[in-house]
């Protein structure tokens, strides 16, 4: 069950507007948010009746468990207007599911998906003004969830706040990026929670990232904790490498979030007679690869960007350059999973999602 | 420079105590809070003048980075009070140094020593009525900083909030406690966050421990996520291992916590000519101990419990007993600790801290 006008949600709307205030040609990524936000509290063992109200401020204990043990996950998704004012989403239901799965593994009570799908369309229909017209706009979406219960007892909360909020964005540019791969440090361990959205494993990413950026580098590629042997993911995003003509990347696992653009763009090849192989990929094949020409191209994959191209990689010590391609295959999967979203392209997979009037 | 006069904090003192309607006989740990609470906000980089004010609720943006991308870290820390009514703390330079080599892990701005020492202090002054008298009664002091810029880009923060919370605890029993070995979950990989006292590696041991807790155990002790061969910590302590008379624990690394109380344990069996091996200690050899009868004891050791004794554990199906002895390393060290935190015994070391009046 998805959009349900059964469920009961409270909806209190904000008095005014602040639309007028944005300056939607020069957005930073993350910054504004929309006038209302949906708040659904988990009591006693259920999660009670969402809200919508206008966007601000939440009053926490100071011992409230997602300050001291982290128990906090979070989806990413998008909202997109086509050329008939229509509203669409992505695949919403692999963000739905994904965030129920990364809950299980953080011992966080799943969200029915009723509430999800009802309470996120209502939610957009408030705030279908901040999504606007063209391809690269969108209304990013960040449904999370944390974990409120006070107390300082290391142990899973019985008090939980599932939240949306709502950002209009740009498409993201992140200018020529070139990636260390890390040798030492590691997003996440086997038997850990890398699968997870959660957000303990972003703050961990930020100091390596940080030394990356003094040695000249924006993003890190991730290898696996035990040897360093394997690529894994770039920055917060899944990572591909085109050698030759054949593209290449990890398959999911403990370590590795299962992304939703990562699979879109696996479809996407199979469809298009790209050869993708969905494997471990070597560190060592990819330097080899670059030494010998072969390696045509390296991008990672996510929500906020789509698709980001990687100009460069260091290594122990060296650089390597990636040719600049004019026909690349970031930019085919980039346009056509952009088409898709903006109903601009045949949806063959079935991947767009009306929200309706 | 640790205490500091000239330390400018702003104190708002709370115009009623709510110590009178706490029942201090039936005390559950880190759920009832003092009347103050310390806080000291980063911003502009630079730590603000830190506030005593009345325990209460923080207000929050609902895109603080806290609560998407865990940048979060925290000490555990406890007062007591001697038989003269003076108040000690111990060693808390290590909490310190341990609170700033978490935050620098987690690409927090460091917090300035006198700020802590003097923060505490004060703070300690105005609620010394909570800290009784008592052997194994204490103050559990709760140091934290967490990232509350808004903005759901994941990137460090430019915005932290300081802060120490007091919960008044009593001794913290456990009850007999049989623990896991965990083949399939890891708490952390290396060259990730484990070493740090990060909020996100706590919320990743809860659905592992919830899976033994199912199979009838009450926590985990964690192995290497690389080969599970290895012992590395308890539930959220780190782990002891005695084998005829002789102490072994793993050594401090990337994946295990650098713990007071465990260094603390291994200078008294140093002083007390108890044989301590400080060395990674493989799965088999406690399991060869356990079946030859050479396993004498298992016992976690950490700032809540002081020392936590294990009367048994399960392997690959397997459930191992230790013997129940009269005479344990468990209860000597645990009433060494206590009386050097206590001042009911000399000081050799120096760890005791005297709160000044």
């Known amino acids: 069950m998805k959009y349900d006008s059964s469920v009961d949600i409270n909806i209190a709307k904000a008095p005014t507007s602040k639309i007028d205030s944005v300056d939607f040609e020069n957005l930073k990524f993350g910054h504004i948010f929309t006038d209302h936000m949906l708040v659904c509290d988990y009591e006693d063992g259920a999660w009670k009746t969402p809200e919508i109200k206008p966007y601000g401020p939440i009053q926490l204990d100071p011992s409230a468990k997602v300050f001291h043990y982290g128990q906090a996950v979070f989806e990413g998704m998008k909202a997109y207007r086509d050329d008939n004012d229509q509203i669409w989403l992505f695949r919403p239901d692999e963000n739905f599911k994904r965030i129920n799965k990364s809950s299980a593994r953080l011992a966080i009570p799943e969200f029915p998906e009723e509430y999800f799908f009802t309470g996120l369309e209502e939610l957009l229909k408030l705030e279908k003004d901040w999504i606007k017209k063209g391809f690269g706009n969108s209304l990013y979406i960040r449904p999370f969830v944390i974990a409120t219960e006070p107390g300082v007892l290391a142990s899973p909360g019985t008090k939980y706040k599932f939240m949306i909020i709502c950002s209009p ?14 040798e030492r440090y590691s997003r996440a361990a086997d038997g850990g929670v890398g699968a997870a959205k959660a957000a303990g494993n972003y703050a961990a990413q930020f100091y390596p990232t940080n030394l990356a950026k003094d040695a000249g580098f924006q993003q890190i590629i991730w290898t696996d904790a035990n040897t360093h042997e394997f690529l894994e993911e770039a920055g917060t995003m899944n990572v591909f ?3 030759n003509d054949t593209l290449l990347t990890a398959p999911t696992s403990d370590r590795i979030l299962d992304g939703v653009t990562r699979k879109s763009i696996i479809a996407l090849a199979e469809a298009n007679n790209i050869p993708v192989e969905v494997r471990r990929v070597t560190v060592q094949e990819i330097v080899d ?9 390296i991008f990672g994959a996510g929500t906020a960007a789509v698709i980001n191209p990687i100009q460069g990689f260091g290594y122990k010590g060296e650089k390597y350059e990636l040719p600049k391609l004019t026909d690349t295959y970031a930019s085919f999967f980039k346009n056509k999973l952009m088409k898709i979203q903006y109903n601009l392209d045949k949806d063959q997979f079935g991947w767009r999602y009306l929200v309706k009037e």
Chains 1, 2 share one sequence.
């Open 241 to 243: 490498f085109r050698v």
């Open 169 to 182: 964005a740009k498409s993201y540019y992140t200018g020529e990026v070139r990636v260390q791969i890390s």
């Open 289 to 297: 690869a670059a030494k010998a020409g072969t390696l045509k191209e």
